[in-house]
Every structure is written in structure tokens, then in C-alpha cells.
């Protein structure tokens, strides 16, 4: 807008992963908001975006699923400014949102550089797991982790990449970790490398990623094998880890390597629910990826 003024507009919008509508609307809200946090913006309003079937569900679901959106919204900082709903054969529910940010404070995909470390701020697993309750293999304990992960905003891992200064960060959604590596490594010009051994994970998420493995993940796995590089020790459950089709995930940013004591103290301070290094840009074909790690975790 101006030389100390930048808007930031994003849409997303979500079908069910969770069983109860209130979360539900959390969880797509906070997913939608992710996007502005991933370069460095601040929400300011949102717009909600509603389908809904009004003829085989009651209109009471739609009302809990708008204000859990509410409140993940109002806790951001931000306001509900209106929004437009349609009759649907399965209920969706997300935002249009809007954002500012300081031009020269913007964090974009393609800012790394040959050496910067990566760091995640949220376990992988959720793809896995909400597949798994809507399977009912999973009990009402893990059922309100996940939906406590899904939930929690990535905004004190926002602020703290742009007070100690990443080059780059995108947030970990549909495409996977390693599908949103890719597309960073590539806008940055740059290879990557991924330790397993180092990234953090749902522990139920391994045993269950045979059982419960939507198509998205599947999708994703064999996208990210035209350009990954695996190590022998890596499995089969582990690559799907990796691809794991996540939902409100954390944030992948990128930081010189010589900040990276200065990020996971300013990560700690913002308590964020995880933070872990876990592998590093390099030179090389952009966008390649290798994976490494130890078969016995």
C-alpha cells in the first residue's frame, strides 16, 4: 500500500476432520490463519466462507461450527467482519483473511540461503490421525490432542521468526513436509536435507500410518518421489509420515545457521507446543530433497 504498509489476503477453507462442530470451526479457522502468520503478517478481519446442508443437518451445528471460527479469530487479535454461506451437500467452513505487515518484515517461500537451518513448530501426524477417528481407531484421549494442536495458532512461532530473522517459511498443510520443503527449496533456489531422526512427530502416528492414510497422503507420496533422495534406513511409514497430508500444521522456516540458538530460545518464549531443527538448505538441483535418518526409531 505504501513503503511501510503491505496487505495480506488469503482463502481456506476446510471439510470436516473432527467430529465436533465447535472444534471444527477452530480448527479451519486456525488453519486458514496460518497463511498470514507464514509470512510474517498480522490478521486484522476475516470473512467466513460457509457450505452447509441445511436439509440433513441442523442449523444448530452450522451456529457452533461459526463460533468456534469466532473465537480462534477473536484470539488472533482479530474481528469477524462478515461472510457468505451456501446450502451444501457436506459441510466446509473457512476464511477469507486479511493481514498487514511491513513491506521490508515480509517472509516469503524463496528467501533461504545455502546453509540456513529449518526448523518445525508442530509434530507431523494429524493427516494420519484424523483419518483414524474418522475410521474409530482412535480413542477420546488422543482425539483431543490432536484437536488441541490443530487448534493452536502459529502466531508467538510467527513473531519469533521475524524478530530474530528467517529468510523463509511456509506453513505444513496438504502438500506434506516434504511437499512444502520442496516448494521452498525450489523458490529459493536450493536443495535440502531432512534428518527423521530429528522431526517431530504424534507418536501414535507411526503405528497407525499403514491403517489410516488418506488419499491426499498418498497422493503426496508419490509426488515428493520425483524429486526425494531416501536413505535405506528410512521405512515405508516414515516416508508416509513425511507426506503426511497435515491440517493447521506448524510452520517450516528457514534461519542462518549462525541464528539458530537465537530461534529456539525466541521459539521457547513464545511456547510454542513443539519446535525441533530438523535439517538444513544446501546447494544443489532446486527443489531436490534427501531424506536421512535412523530405521530404529
Not at 497463511?35 to 436439509?55: E, S
Not at 516448494?183 to 536435507?193: F, H, N, P, R, Y
Not at 497435515?246 to 510452520?251: A, E, I, K, P
Request: with cysteine; glycine share 10%.
Amino acid at each position: 500500500m505504501n513503503d511501510e504498509l503491505a496487505v495480506v489476503q488469503t482463502i481456506d477453507f476446510i471439510t470436516p476432520v473432527v467430529n465436533d462442530p465447535y472444534d471444527f470451526g477452530q480448527v479451519a479457522a486456525a488453519n486458514a490463519l496460518s497463511d498470514l502468520y507464514a509470512v510474517g503478517a498480522t490478521p486484522v478481519f476475516a470473512l467466513n466462507l460457509v457450505g452447509f446442508p441445511v436439509r440433513s443437518l441442523p442449523l444448530a451445528h452450522m451456529e457452533q461450527i461459526m463460533l468456534g471460527g469466532a473465537a480462534k479469530v477473536a484470539e488472533a487479535g482479530a474481528v469477524i467482519a462478515g461472510g457468505h454461506s451456501i446450502e451444501d451437500y457436506a459441510p466446509k467452513y473457512g476464511l477469507a483473511a486479511t493481514g498487514v505487515v511491513h513491506p521490508d518484515r515480509l517472509i516469503t517461500k524463496g528467501g533461504g540461503r545455502d546453509g540456513d537451518v529449518l526448523f518445525l513448530t508442530k509434530p507431523l501426524g494429524s493427516g494420519i490421525i484424523t483419518t483414524a477417528l474418522d475410521q474409530g481407531l482412535t480413542d477420546p484421549e488422543l482425539e483431543a490432542r490432536i484437536v488441541a494442536l490443530m487448534t493452536a495458532l502459529n502466531q508467538g512461532a510467527s513473531q519469533a521468526m521475524v524478530k530474530v530473522g528467517a529468510t523463509a517459511c511456509t506453513d505444513v498443510t496438504g502438500f506434506g513436509l516434504l511437499g512444502h520443503l520442496h516448494e521452498m527449496a525450489k523458490a529459493s533456489g536450493l536443495a535440502a536435507t531432512v534428518d527423521f531422526s530429528r522431526v517431530p512427530v504424534m507418536p501414535e502416528a507411526l503405528p497407525l500410518a499403514h491403517k489410516a492414510i488418506s488419499n491426499g497422503t498418498r497422493n503426496n507420496h508419490r509426488y515428493v518421489a520425483e524429486f526425494t533422495q531416501w536413505s535405506q534406513a528410512i521405512t515405508d511409514a516414515q516416508q508416509l509420515i513425511l507426506a503426511d497430508a497435515q491440517t493447521s500444521g506448524g510452520l517450516l522456516l528457514a534461519v542462518p545457521a549462525e541464528k539458530r540458538m537465537a530461534m529456539a530460545k525466541a521459539l521457547k518464549a513464545a511456547r510454542c507446543l513443539c519446535f525441533q531443527e530438523i535439517g538444513y538448505l544446501t546447494k544443489g538441483e532446486p527443489g531436490h530433497l534427501r531424506v536421512q535418518g535412523d530405521a530404529a526409531r
